[in-house]
């Protein structure tokens, strides 16, 4: 049972959100092929509803941390929209100082601890956040998320049993998009409900339909009142798709277009929008008002990193330790 009622509020805010996501990783596609962005970039769109659901029952103090495909994720938890654009940029006033770039977003005042490159490196450091909330006393909860791929790694494993031994409040998503890269799950795992994964360490566990930000919003609803009473960790299977490929580098020859167009006839921003029309919470003319909204936010994101500057050479030194006198760097 959702303790948090879904309203007006919660649908329209989801619209923006989810709106704001797909509008600023679109342009990231087109600056990528600008050459404005270099590096690995990896698009969320179509996840967008794994995100907004899950916004719509955390609080800010709560802590996120996820794979590579992160930009989406730093919107959601709060960092503006000129620090992302500007850290894809490498600029000097990015989210991680331009030190990290597409994969390795990262905003501490935000608790959103990244953005992380290794494949599953991710889940036993959020099983770590959520320890030393616990260790702290305070009610705080940790999402960790993770890709289908990732759940292969054995780093899964140790983290589910001491989570599970510990009680810790953190609740694990795998965003299953159906492929890691470009290999399908089914050719990749003895157990294809991957959710039934957590089962064995006691955790409960199930499949969410990830196009549904209502279905999401009850799952984590549910997740987080378990954990904020004590009572351990959760493992939500949220099955998604990506519009695009893997990274910007992929051609997408392992699936169909008709595969692709049917996911994208269930797309959670349109079904949002006819959700908000048929109760009358807005009409066209609101969506046009936030749609240009958007647009504009999106575009002063892209002037902002455009006009920042390049970081300094000496910042190379910079944030690589804690100890400010760290007597092993040499020039």
């Known amino acids: 049972m959702s303790s948090i009622q879904i309203t007006k509020d919660t649908y329209l805010m989801w619209y923006e959100s989810m709106q704001l996501m797909r509008k600023f990783e679109e342009k990231s596609g087109q600056l990528y092929g600008q050459q404005k962005?270099?590096?690995?970039?990896?698009?969320?769109?179509?996840?967008?509803?794994?995100?907004?659901?899950?916004?719509?029952?955390?609080?800010?103090?709560?802590?996120?941390?996820?794979?590579?495909?992160?930009?989406?994720?730093?919107?959601?938890?709060?960092?503006?929209?000129?620090?992302?654009?500007?850290?894809?940029?490498?600029?000097?006033?990015?989210?991680?100082?331009?030190?990290?770039?597409?994969?390795?977003?990262?905003?501490?005042?935000?608790?959103?601890?990244?953005?992380?490159?290794?494949?599953?490196?991710?889940?036993?450091?959020?099983?770590?956040?959520?320890?030393?909330?616990?260790?702290?006393?305070t009610d705080n909860v940790n999402i960790t998320y993770m890709g289908d791929g990732a759940v292969r790694q054995g780093a899964l494993n140790e983290t589910f049993n001491m989570a599970a031994l510990w009680k810790l409040p953190v609740i694990f998503i795998c965003e299953n998009n159906g492929y890691a890269m470009g290999t399908s799950v089914a050719r990749t795992t003895i157990q294809p409900d991957i959710y039934k994964l957590g089962l064995p360490y006691g955790i409960p566990s199930s499949a969410v339909d990830g196009m549904d930000p209502v279905a999401v919003h009850n799952a984590m609803d549910e997740a987080v009142q378990r954990a904020r009473a004590g009572e351990g960790p959760t493992f939500l299977e949220m099955r998604t798709y990506r519009y695009k490929g893997h990274s910007m580098s992929d051609p997408q020859k392992y699936r169909t277009k008709e595969e692709l167009e049917s996911y994208?006839?269930?797309?959670?921003?349109?079904?949002?929008?006819?959700?908000?029309?048929?109760?009358?919470?807005?009409?066209?003319?609101?969506?046009?008002?936030?749609?240009?909204?958007?647009?504009?936010?999106?575009?002063?994101?892209?002037?902002?990193?455009?006009?920042?500057?390049?970081?300094?050479a000496s910042e190379l030194y910079t944030d690589v330790y804690v100890q400010k006198d760290y007597p092993y760097i040499l020039d």
């Open 37 to 137: 962005i270099r590096g690995f970039c990896h698009l969320y769109i179509g996840q967008e509803a794994v995100l907004a659901g899950a916004m719509s029952v955390i609080r800010h103090e709560d802590s996120m941390i996820t794979a590579y495909r992160d930009h989406a994720h730093a919107l959601a938890k709060g960092t503006t929209p000129n620090a992302v654009m500007a850290e894809l940029y490498g600029k000097a006033t990015g989210c991680s100082k331009g030190k990290g770039g597409s994969m390795h977003m990262f905003d501490k005042e935000n608790h959103f601890y990244g953005g992380h490159g290794i494949v599953g490196g991710q889940i036993p450091l959020g099983a770590g956040i959520a320890f030393a909330e616990k260790f702290k006393g």
């Open 264 to 312: 994208k006839a269930k797309d959670p921003i349109e079904a949002v929008k006819q959700t908000i029309l048929k109760e009358k919470y807005a009409d066209e003319k609101w969506f046009e008002e936030m749609d240009a909204k958007i647009k504009g936010i999106v575009d002063e994101s892209v002037k902002f990193a455009e006009e920042s500057p390049w970081p300094e």
